[in-house]
């Protein structure tokens, strides 16, 4: 299996990240977008490990996964604050911090 | 075999994620991001990281997504309106723009390729554990810690006055 493949694979995931943080206004599809750009790099950690044949990264990568399990668990408890607040999950409503 | 499947898992993986930034309905975009998840796992089982596609599995396309599942349920969102550059007549002009620099980026000489992998171990529960109770002892249980934070943050954010 050529590991360049897999590589190009974690960029293009990266990029679909990046584009849903910068261009939707949905607070859980930019949610997701992040989701996205934290597989991404999971992917490069794992193409990484296997190319130099340890296993470092994979544990890495199992506490990447865990803190991504914390963060989908604030920014969701964040977007429900959210929808209290304004009705809307619209990002460009959350102008701002104060109440 | 192993390259078919690869090139499989790896297409759908990048479709399902082109997917789920361009749906309008959340909840639609939240199916194609569990469809990239076990894409992903996937790949990863190709990799010989078996326990971390489990994990992804488990973790990922189990807990993360019924989070985001319920969330969308609870909050009742419908479809939502699309940013202009998604919208049909800019959409194809952005993709092919997008597809323009991804082929610029492939059709580079990368020069040097990277070197074939080492054989070393497979990713499998044991090897992982050892390393995870071993050198990453603390790391481990301070990540225990760090989702009792989590999960004592959420109520509180959450939490109606």
Redesign the interface.
């Known amino acids: 299996m050529n590991l360049d493949h897999a590589l190009i694979v974690s960029f293009l995931l990266f990029g679909t990240g990046i584009a849903g943080v910068l261009l939707r206004r949905n607070a859980i599809v930019v949610f997701m977008s992040i989701e996205l750009m934290l597989n991404a790099v999971n992917l490069a950690l794992v193409t990484f490990s296997r190319l130099r044949g340890d296993l470092d990264a994979q544990v890495l990568c199992f506490f990447v996964m865990a803190v991504a399990a914390a963060e989908a668990a604030i920014g969701l408890g964040l977007v429900i604050a959210l929808f209290r607040r304004h009705a809307s999950i619209d990002l460009d409503r959350a102008t701002l911090l104060r109440s | 075999m ?2 078919v499947f ?2 499989f898992f ?1 297409a759908l ?2 479709l399902s ?2 997917l ?2 361009t749906r309008r309905n ?1 909840l639609t ?2 199916l194609y ?1 569990v469809l ?2 076990f894409a ?1 796992a996937g ?2 089982v ?4 078996f ?2 596609a489990a ?2 599995v488990a ?2 396309a189990g ?2 997504m019924v ?2 599942l ?3 349920m ?2 009742n ?1 419908g479809p ?1 309106d ?2 202009p ?2 919208t049909r007549r800019v959409r194809w002009l952005y993709a092919a723009a997008s597809a323009a620099l ?1 082929l610029l ?2 059709g580079l000489d ?1 020069g040097r ?3 074939a ?5 497979a ?1 499998e529960v044991g ?2 554990a050892a ?2 109770f071993g050198d ?1 002892l603390l ?1 481990f249980e301070i ?1 225990a810690v ?2 009792l ?3 004592v ?6 939490h ?1 006055e």
């Open positions: 192993r390259e690869f090139y790896a993986a990048v994620g082109l789920v930034i959340p975009a939240a991001l990239a998840f992903l790949v990863y190709l990799m010989d990281a326990f971390l994990v992804q973790v990922y807990a993360i989070l985001f319920f969330v969308i609870l909050l969102l939502d699309l940013p550059i998604m991804v980026f492939l990368l390729r990277l070197p992998p080492t054989p070393g171990a990713g090897a992982i390393r995870l990453y790391p990540t760090l989702l934070v989590a999960i943050g959420s109520v509180a954010l959450a109606r």
